[in-house]
């Protein structure tokens, strides 16, 4: 048994490398590079049509809300995570392999031939695409010095029967961009990689006057990369000082805000604005966004007041936002501390910056806080903030409502403006103090980014030289019978080689008439 | 008249002269029956020295007799449609320059202003082209047709010229959107080229197996060599990849500094990232072999089918970071 065995072993291995060796071969092969390409930008697209996790989180939800029989199924295919899918991976992926493998191979032919001579004619140069016997002589030195000047590399071969040939080469400098452009690719995506597993953000909705530190307890969202210590983050506070929105027509053509920062004990101040991030120790703070706090005052029915100041979410361009005011401990009596029944209060409001009271609309069409109103329902009961479950703090909880825990208190919206108040039949009342701003702050700290701008940058140097310059060589042969013989040959598309060619042979034999003789078959009948 | 009035006016002046240029060229195209001859001469050999002389009464002679228009009348309209090529270009660099003047910014701020600056880029382009010598005047039929096509679809998402939202406040508007813009105008230019080539090869090979030549193919006669189109098709696409590329890697350094981070794959970067993507498919098709090599044309014209889409589509129907600046 074993005997028979034996010879078979080397037989199936070899096979085995065989078949290893034709699918590396298949994979590095120009098609396959271009098969892959074509589907890498086919897999990109749904990407755009879906909703992404790592772009909305809340679209996502409401694709489900809107297709809850679809929305599972496409999720099961990573529809809403199409560029970490393992399906767009793997696509990239084997491009990455393809590259790297027809990077290497091509790497040590060229660094073989960068150190090579300039391989001698052909014997019959006459064979070659460019060839021109010139009617007079032409002296070496001159050749050489016209092939130097013009920065050709050059390779001088005397032979034994008397012939010399300089043998010149130009363009390397095309393999060499071309390298370069695709070994960067690989770079990018090394960036790219670092940056997912090492970056992380966070959002912050920052009132005026107020600060906050950076820690994930701070952020009202946030995310981190595998390898991101989120002990680890560094320690910087921000203050917002004030916000400033500048409008022009209606539309919103500056946002300012005034911050100072403290961090490592040092502290400074900085004109955030859009397009000019502040830069805290690699670390970088945006502005995104921004929309209005509203401040009331609600005065309960032993006369005690509570001021809030709440962020109120826009909800169009010309930031109609909606917010909601809940005031959990009110209407307690302070004689006796004992709580009211009924007495919790919450308001769902809508902030409306520019309130236009001759049409029946109760939206404004612009961002700009000219006429600011807020439209108010109010609701008494349980507010249910008690129960640990996490809850939105722009809408009064519908449960809440919807079991009866919660009255609805007036059935129509109230509509106030800045300094008038809202009246409830219990004798308590809503007061519209003013409106400030807040911004919308980011922190992003990505140590990829750097990589991945070098890798571009690198990309495209090597792109120009990749795509603009063409290889090409030129011979230059005197023959033991007298004749002198030139030829040129294009290692790329080249237009101009003939011309290129033309001009080099009479810089080097000034004294020959102009070539223009063929001296193939096809110019005999001159 | 006040400066969006006269910016206004310029385009529309700007349309009709393009259109006037396309119908020149189009005289010029069917009529000239020295075209095809003297393209084949121009390949077959090259010694042909006396043909560029415009006399040329031996040509002439073998125009057709029933011919409505001399070919020297013919040339002459061709003459009077690359005048008003220039004329056109000069109108519509002019009504970008009196926006300019008139909203104090940078010209690309909506979905207007920006196929306007395509239409300029590939404009310019072409005459580029023709005063180089690379492209037969008569072609410009083709170019002009396209940009009249370009510049009416524009219309359709005319924007009131007017200030800039912040984020589009920015020195990188300058350099992404210019970059963008260039690239974009340069392709059309492949596009069209790339196309012509389709058209004269089809030509070329129902004329050698002697089947009947139809519609379109049939105005592919006065072509030149499907070979030099297919030339032109690649280095017009070799000159504009490196320029669409620096356009993306600007669009992400602004997006860096705008949004916070410099690749979010909203649509608008998908769809670039997809375009560049079959630009450089274009480029590998050509060196991969002959089967491939045939198909590049066809991929040069998906890449611009993702470039228009990207243009319109994307700005119209997905909602993304880019959506704000304005239809
Ligand atoms: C992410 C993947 C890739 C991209 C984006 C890409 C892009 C490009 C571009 C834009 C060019 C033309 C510019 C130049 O000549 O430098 C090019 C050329 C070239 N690519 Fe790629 N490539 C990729 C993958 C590959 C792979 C996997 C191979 C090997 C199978 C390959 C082999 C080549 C070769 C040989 C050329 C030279 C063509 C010539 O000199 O005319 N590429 N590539």
């Known amino acids: ?526 | 008249m006040t400066g969006a009035e006269a910016a206004n006016a310029l385009f529309v002046a700007t349309i009709l002269v393009y259109a006037a240029a396309m119908f020149s060229y189009a005289v010029e195209y069917a009529f000239d029956k020295r075209a095809p001859k003297r393209a084949k001469a121009l390949v077959t050999a090259g010694r042909d020295a006396g043909h560029d002389s415009e006399a040329g009464a031996d040509l002439g002679a073998d125009a057709p007799t029933e011919a409505p228009i001399s070919p020297a009348a013919a040339r002459g309209a061709g003459r009077l449609g690359l005048i008003l090529t220039y004329l056109g270009t000069a109108a519509l660099g002019a009504s970008i320059v009196t926006r300019v003047i008139y909203t104090g910014r940078w010209p690309w701020g909506n979905m207007f202003e920006y196929t306007v600056g395509v239409a300029l880029a590939g404009m310019a382009t072409w005459l580029f082209l023709v005063s180089r010598g690379s492209v037969p005047r008569r072609l410009g039929l083709f170019a002009t047709f396209a940009v009249t096509m370009v510049l009416g679809t524009s219309v359709r998402v005319y924007t009131e010229a007017g200030p800039l939202v912040p984020a589009l406040d920015s020195y990188w508007i300058i350099i992404h959107v210019t970059a963008a813009i260039a690239a974009s105008g340069i392709l059309m230019i492949g596009c069209v080229f790339a196309i012509l080539h389709l058209l004269k090869r089809g030509h070329d090979r129902r004329v050698s197996d002697d089947r009947p030549v139809r519609f379109p193919l049939s105005i592919a006669e006065r072509l030149p060599d499907a070979n030099v189109l297919e030339r032109l098709t690649f280095k017009i696409h070799v000159f504009a990849f490196p320029l669409l590329t620096f356009g993306i890697i600007a669009g992400s350094v602004w997006a860096h500094l705008a949004w916070g981070r410099y690749w979010n794959w909203d649509p608008k970067e998908v769809w670039a990232f997809i375009a560049w993507v079959v630009y450089a498919a274009y480029l590998h098709a050509r060196v991969s072999g002959r089967s491939a090599k045939a198909n590049a044309p066809w991929i040069a014209i998906l890449g611009y089918a993702v470039m228009l889409f990207n243009l319109t589509a994307v700005n119209l129907v997905f909602p993304g970071l880019h959506s704000y600046a304005g239809v």
Request: proline share 6%; charged share 20%.
């Open chain 1, 1 to 526: 048994m074993t005997a028979t065995l034996t010879p078979r072993k080397p037989k199936a291995a070899k096979r085995l490398r065989a078949f290893w060796r034709r699918w590396w071969h298949q994979l590095t092969a120009m098609r396959t590079a271009l098969i892959l390409l074509l589907a890498l930008a086919l897999a990109a697209i749904p990407g755009s049509t879906f909703p992404q996790r790592s772009i909305s989180t809340v679209d996502v939800a409401g694709y489900f809300d809107e297709h809850p029989d679809l929305a599972p199924w496409l999720d099961r295919l990573w529809a809403f995570d199409v560029y970490t899918s393992p399906w767009f991976s793997a696509i990239y992926l084997l491009l990455m392999v393809s590259l790297a493998g027809c990077i290497v191979p091509r790497l040590a032919v060229h660094w073989r031939a960068l150190r090579a001579p300039v391989p001698d004619a052909p014997k019959r140069m006459s064979i070659l695409p460019h060839h021109r016997v010139l009617d007079g002589g032409a002296n070496q030195g001159r050749a050489r010095a016209v092939l130097k000047q013009r920065r050709w590399r050059t390779a001088v071969r005397e032979h034994e029967d008397g012939t010399v040939v300089i043998a010149a080469e130009k363009g390397y400098l095309r393999e060499t961009g071309n390298l370069l452009f695709h070994t960067s690719v690989i770079f990018i995506l090394v960036g790219v990689a670092v940056g997912s597993l090492m970056s992380w953000y966070g959002n912050r909705i920052l009132s005026e006057g107020k600060s906050y530190c950076n820690n994930l307890q701070q952020y009202d969202e946030y995310g981190l990369g595998a390898w991101v210590d989120e002990t680890a983050l560094p320690r910087f506070c921000v203050d917002l000082h004030a916000f400033d929105a500048e409008f022009t027509d209606g539309g919103p053509t500056a946002y300012d805000a005034d911050v100072t920062y403290e961090a490592e004990g040092e502290t400074g101040e900085y004109d955030l604005q859009v397009n000019h991030p502040l830069n805290i120790d690699g670390t970088n703070v945006f502005l995104i966004g921004h929309g209005y706090t509203a401040v009331v005052t609600y005065t309960d029915r032993y006369g005690q007041t509570q001021t809030l100041h709440q962020e109120f979410l826009s909800m169009d361009a010309a930031l109609n936002s909606e917010g909601a005011f809940k005031f959990p401990d009110a209407n307690v009596d302070p004689a006796t501390g004992t709580v009211d029944q009924d007495a919790e209060v919450g308001f769902d409001a809508i902030l409306v910056p520019t309130f236009d009271d001759s049409t029946p609309m109760l939206l404004g069409t612009e961002p700009e806080l000219n006429n600011p109103v807020l439209a108010l329902t109010a609701y008494t009961g349980d507010l249910g903030l008690g129960d640990g479950k996490p809850e939105s703090v722009y809408a009064v909880n519908e449960e809440q409502i919807a079991s009866g825990a919660l009255q609805q208190v007036n059935d129509e919206v109230e509509v106030i403006g800045v300094g008038d108040s809202m009246t409830l039949p219990d004798g308590t009342s809503l007061s519209f103090d003013g409106v400030e701003q807040y911004a919308v702050l980011q922190v992003r700290h990505d140590p990829g980014g750097p990589v991945v701008l070098a890798g571009a940058v690198l990309l495209l140097l090597g792109l120009l030289p990749g795509l603009a310059v063409r290889r090409r060589r030129y011979w230059i042969r005197w023959n033991p019978d007298g004749t002198v013989e030139t030829a040129g040959l294009n290692r790329n598309d080249f237009d101009g080689l003939d011309e290129e060619c033309d001009e080099l042979t009479a810089a080097i034999a000034p004294d020959s008439p102009p070539p223009g003789t063929h001296t193939d078959k096809s110019g005999s009948d001159q």
